[in-house]
């Protein structure tokens, strides 16, 4: 099996890549290809739509042709604008494809052109015969995509090219990572403007602020980690320091004394020590209970019981609190009603900000199918 799947990668000119975690599928994903468009390429995609105003923008599409768990899949990293406006697509020509060149150079590593991005305000999303000249004198090759929007309706298609004619492709995924070299270029093309908004709407923008939130999260654990640590050294070395000296006074005044009161001596010294406690001066004496001691308090009898009482008791009140607190867990469980358009990978996503959720609906919802899930039904959220 491995044989083939290698053979399937030198066929298509394919590397080996992993799906990615944070996505958001957009319409039916189909049995052939996949495609997955990273988020800054959507917001050059709106930038440009909203530049062309009363002309055509396009773009040439960069990104990487793999085979992930055996199926053929596209991935869109960056896109170029071509430097220029048309009434009506045309052939790109030689400086163009210069002036692309340079900035492919200039802002990107290990990609190749994977397609061609195309959008006109009220345009028909269907490649007319402009655009299949277009196509034919500069894209026309093995794997590659062409991409239509319309900045009216707000609606998008890609579409393949098999034996000769344009194939509309079903739907595709908007993924999201780390993609400095597209962050950086769309900030040049609109001039230091900043992209932290990334592809404006409301699901983009959780996963954009999850995404933020967790780096965040994990720069503040290791500087907490990091300064517990430093404390602690130094608040031992203190204490390390302080005792050791109070001992070395301690037993330079008791040298004048014959050797069986200096033995007696450092033995109580060294017990005063470890049992001291720790002040912002220092060390305290605490000096240690005899059994007389606890005789004429009367602690010595009653302490021991007392405490077991106590603990007995907090034993109790902790196991109650616990088995009311998980008996109310049991008791609300989340349940999410099925809309149009929903999949359990899209549930997921929305819900939990990654598609690992999927196996465990299917199973707590006892589903056959993970794909047969109808509109309007409530599944329960693990």
């Known amino acids: 099996m491995e044989a083939n799947l290698e053979k399937k990668v030198k066929e298509h000119q394919a590397v080996l890549l992993k799906y990615p975690k944070n996505i958001r599928q957009v319409g039916e994903i189909g049995e052939g290809r996949r495609i997955y468009v990273e988020d800054y390429v959507m917001t050059l995609v709106l930038h440009l739509a ?21 199926r053929r899949t596209l ?23 210069t002036a692309v060149y340079d900035e492919i150079q200039k802002y990107f590593q290990n990609v190749e052109v994977v397609g061609w991005f195309l959008t006109h305000p009220g345009m028909e999303l269907e490649p007319d015969e402009a655009i299949c000249n277009v196509w034919r004198s500069g894209f026309d090759g ?30 595709y995924y908007i993924y999201y990572e780390k993609n400095e070299e597209m962050q950086n270029y769309i900030i040049d093309v609109k001039g230091g403007q900043s992209t932290d908004a990334g592809y404006q709407d409301d699901a983009s923008r959780k996963i954009r602020q999850k995404l933020a939130k967790k780096k965040e999260l994990q720069k503040s654990y290791l500087f907490h980690q990091q300064a517990v640590y430093t404390a602690g050294i130094v608040a031992g070395a203190a204490i390390l320091v302080t005792a050791a000296a109070k001992l070395n006074q301690s037993t330079r005044e008791n040298l004048a004394a014959d050797s ?19 002040t912002e001066k220092g060390i305290e004496t605490a000096a240690p209970e005899t059994e007389e001691t606890q005789e004429k308090d009367g602690t010595k009898d009653k302490a021991e019981p007392d405490k077991k009482q106590s603990t007995k008791k907090e034993k109790n009140k902790t196991e109650k609190e616990t088995k009311k607190d998980s008996s109310k867990k049991t008791e609300k469980k989340k349940r999410y009603k099925v809309k149009k358009g929903d999949t359990l990978e899209s549930i997921s996503i929305a819900c939990y900000g990654t598609s690992s959720y999927v ?7 006892q589903l056959e199918n993970a794909d047969k899930i109808y509109i309007g039904q409530k599944l329960i959220l693990p």
Not at 75 to 97: N, Y
């Open 50 to 70: 909203a530049k062309a105003r009363d002309a055509y923008s396009s773009a040439v599409l960069l990104g990487q042709k793999a085979t992930v768990e055996g």
């Open 75 to 97: 991935f869109i990293s960056g896109a170029v604008e071509i430097p220029q406006q048309w009434r009506q697509p045309e052939p790109i020509t030689d400086l163009q494809w």
């Open 142 to 171: 093995a794997g590659k995509v062409l991409f239509l929007y319309d900045n009216i309706s707000r609606e998008d298609a890609f579409y393949a090219r098999k034996e000769g004619e344009f194939i509309r492709q079903t739907g």
């Open 260 to 278: 069986s009161e200096n033995i007696e001596t450092i033995s109580k010294n060294n017990q005063w020590v470890t049992s001291g406690s720790v």
């Open 359 to 365: 196996k465990k609906i299917k199973k707590l919802n």
